[in-house]
T-cell receptor, first 115, second 116 residues
Framework: DGGITQSPKYLFRKEGQNVTLSCEQNLNHDAMYWYRQDPGQGLRLIYY???????QKGDIAEGYSVSREKKESFPLTVTSAQKNPTAFYLC??????????????FGNGTRLTVT | AQSVTQPDIHITVSEGASLELRCNYSYGATPYLFWYVQSPGQGLQLLLK??????LVQGIKGFEAEFKRSQSSFNLRKPSVHWSDAAEYFCAVVPYSGAGSYQLTFGKGTKLSVIP
């Protein structure tokens, strides 16, 4: 079955360390997204990518970085510059960035805890 | 400012009772509207979407939603709730038909608890 795989499910890091969250999709989708979810805050967009080798900042990109070297993969690095990195991170994809038939498909998330 | 509001943070219903979750938006044009559901520790699953046409849309798991332009609302309903419906529900809006999915704005969610 096609879908989005995020790994690991739980991740623990010490403050000051960079950490990379994995996101792989086999839906052949062009667009991929990273969201951050905090309790009671809904979802906030960190970065998105419309095509390979291109990505754009979302609403809360500071302290994060991404790459899109392959269509299937969109890893997110949480850097030591992110002041409050503990959160639930969700990766999503869509067939295209625009268009009425391109709803988001989500992975099952990675819960990052930084102490 | 453009926004999506889910007025109810937490709702508790008895199994078998009807359910309505509220969503209001503040956009000038007719937006694209979505409802997603999230089980604890999981990702989001699309329940239904509205782009145009019939204002009553049917989704998965027996859910439906009605778009009311005059009230800027897109409320989610289910006639008889099952215990497995306990989850968090998110309303989401793309501000206008030509906007990109990166412009999707989520409400803060409504957590549904179901009493057996």
């Amino acid at each position: 079955d096609g879908g989005i795989t995020q790994s690991p499910k739980y991740l623990f890091r010490k403050e000051g360390q960079n950490v990379t969250l994995s996101c792989e999709q086999n839906l052949n989708h062009d667009a991929m997204y990273w969201y951050r979810q905090d309790p009671g805050q809904g979802l906030r967009l960190i970065y998105y990518s419309q095509i390979v080798n291109d990505f754009q900042k979302g609403d809360i990109a500071e302290g994060y970085s991404v790459s899109r070297e392959k269509k299937e993969s969109f890893p997110l690095t949480v850097t030591s510059a992110q002041k409050n990195p503990t959160a639930f991170y969700l990766c999503a994809s869509s067939a295209a960035v625009r268009g009425s038939n391109s709803p988001l498909h989500f992975g099952n998330g990675t819960r990052l805890t930084v102490t | 400012a453009q926004s999506v509001t889910q007025p109810d943070i937490h709702i508790t219903v008895s199994e078998g009772a009807s359910l309505e979750l509220r969503c209001n938006y503040s956009y000038g044009a007719t937006p694209y509207l979505f409802w997603y559901v999230q089980s604890p520790g999981q990702g989001l699953q699309l329940l239904l979407k509205y782009f145009s046409g019939d204002t009553l849309v049917q989704g998965i798991k027996g859910f439906e939603a009605e778009f009311k332009r005059s009230q800027s609302s897109f409320n989610l309903r289910k006639p008889s709730v099952h215990w497995s419906d306990a989850a968090e529900y998110f309303c989401a809006v793309v501000p206008y038909s030509g906007a990109g999915s990166y412009q999707l704005t989520f409400g803060k969610g409504t957590k549904l608890s179901v009493i057996p």
